[in-house]
Antibody, heavy 120, light 111 residues
């Protein structure tokens, strides 16, 4: 049973930073490409970033490039999302999701999500 | 890269079949066989139902099936059941700067 547990969400002022974590206990984390996906009532699901299983390749959606950084520690089965320069429009539930399909083109397993609220 | 277009809502009676469409472009849905579908119940995380257009993960009912024609992918739910009531999202690989894109979402109601 694959289990993903996000943490680190909260309320933060515009322009500030937040670091999300996603723990993956009990499965072969290093075999999975890992994504961050966010969801808002108004914009639905939005892919944010992906990191290859070995950490070598990382890709981001345009709106977060230069502000967010995805990383992973395979020795600790943990995924991270460093979010800098937060904006109102970054307010969302953030999910981590794991994938083993070709080019990580499906989101096979999801965490329960962590809420990020950007507000002054 | 715009979101893929889905109908806002689809409904059906128990036992019927319904189909949800997901329309993109030749740069996403039409260009790759990497369309996937997700079921999301209220307050829960999405769940993978179909990957690579028509493949079902282990444990997903065979009442769910996927297909694609041109720039439009489809999810069909046959033998509709009350437990199928949820939001459904499609997703596609794009190969562009925004590597993956989701659909706008469809609310399925079982009458």
């Amino acid at each position: 049973q694959v289990r993903l547990v996000e943490s680190g969400g909260g309320v933060v002022q515009p322009g500030k930073s937040l670091r999300l974590s996603c723990a993956a206990p009990g499965f072969t984390f290093s075999n999975y490409g890992m994504h961050w996906v966010r969801q808002t009532p108004g914009r639905g699901l939005e892919w944010v970033a992906v990191i290859w299983s070995d950490g070598r390749n990382k890709y981001y959606t345009d709106s977060v490039k230069g502000r967010f950084t995805i990383s992973r520690d395979n020795s600790k089965n943990t995924l991270f999302l460093q979010m800098n320069g937060l904006r109102d429009e970054d307010t969302a539930i953030y999910y981590c999701a794991g994938s083993t399909t070709t080019w990580y083109t499906s989101f096979d397993y999801w965490g329960q999500g962590t809420l990020v609220t950007v507000s002054s | 890269q715009s979101a893929l277009t889905q109908p806002a809502s689809v409904s059906g009676s128990p036992g019927q079949s319904i189909t949800i469409s997901c329309t993109g472009t030749s740069s996403d849905v039409g260009g790759y066989n990497f369309v996937s579908w997700y079921q999301q119940r209220p307050g829960k995380a999405p769940k993978l139902m179909i990957y690579a257009v028509s493949n079902r993960p282990s444990g997903v009912s065979n009442r769910f099936s996927g297909s694609k024609s041109g720039n439009t992918a489809s999810l069909t739910i046959s033998g509709l059941q009350a437990e199928d009531e949820a939001d459904y999202y499609c997703s596609s690989y794009t190969g562009g700067s925004i590597v993956y894109v989701f659909g706008t979402g469809t609310k399925v109601t079982v009458l």
